[in-house]
């Protein structure tokens, strides 16, 4: 079963513009962590927040936690056509890594 | 690029038939994930390797099994294919056991099965 859940499962911005994408989650956890996919290929880690933190950057990114409404949320600023891809949300808890659905992301340039 | 490698990167089966996939893990990393992802889906983790001994258990059948190499490569065995299997199967390694199940996992690009 999947614990994360993104929203939207898909959304189209211009380039240059932000997207953020949300997950929500169902129990208790470590950490979250927020990776990226291209066409169907592997998948590529970007950030991990640990539960006892509300907020991280990494270069464009910008990850959110809130603990006590078991959601995340991952800003991309300044987007570029690079980015189109599927994003991921994964929690951690007393399991292995639990993944969502995703949110696909096209970058129109 | 993670270090962690595949193969092959695309098989064709028939139901029934048995398939061995496999992952040559990072440089250093001694435990390994597989996961299954279907189209549209997430990854759901199948299990965990550490030091050649499974270490987790997603919710899949005895029919999928693993082996873990003392050079820590992996193999996914599934045997009496269903057409449900038809996903792309990744692999990630992490640098330890005890840390495994709580820092990152690096993916490998993954083995796309068809099973027709």
């Known amino acids: 079963s999947q614990q994360g859940e993104e929203d939207p499962q898909a959304l189209s911005i211009q380039e240059g513009e932000n997207a953020t994408m949300n997950c929500s989650y169902k129990t208790s956890i470590n950490n979250l962590q927020w990776y990226r996919q291209n066409s169907g290929r592997g998948l590529v880690h970007l950030i991990l927040?640990?539960?006892?933190?509300r907020e991280k950057h990494s270069g464009r990114l910008r990850v959110t936690l809130d603990t006590s409404k078991k959601s995340s949320s991952l800003l991309i600023t300044a987007s570029r056509a690079a980015d189109t891809a599927s994003y991921f949300c994964?929690?951690?808890?007393?399991?292995?890594?639990?993944f969502g659905k995703g949110t696909r992301l096209s970058v129109i340039a | 690029e993670t270090g962690v490698t595949q193969s092959p990167t695309h098989l064709i089966k028939t139901r029934g038939q048995q398939v061995t996939l496999r992952c040559s893990s990072q440089s250093g990393h001694n435990t390994v994930s597989w996961y299954q992802q279907a189209l549209g889906q997430g990854p759901q983790f199948i299990f965990q390797y550490y030091r050649e001994e499974e270490n987790g258990r997603g919710n899949f059948p005895p029919r999928f099994s693993g082996l873990q190499f003392p050079n820590y490569s992996s193999e996914l065995n599934v045997n009496a294919l269903e057409l449900d299997d038809s996903a792309l199967y990744l692999c990630?390694?992490?640098?330890?056991?005890?840390?495994?199940?709580?820092?990152?996992?690096?993916f490998g690009p993954g083995t796309r099965l068809l099973v027709l």
């Open positions: 994964a929690t951690l808890g007393n399991t292995p890594l639990v």
């Open positions: 990630a390694s992490s640098p330890s056991g005890t840390s495994g199940f709580r820092g990152t996992q690096y």
């Open positions: 927040i640990r539960s006892n933190e």
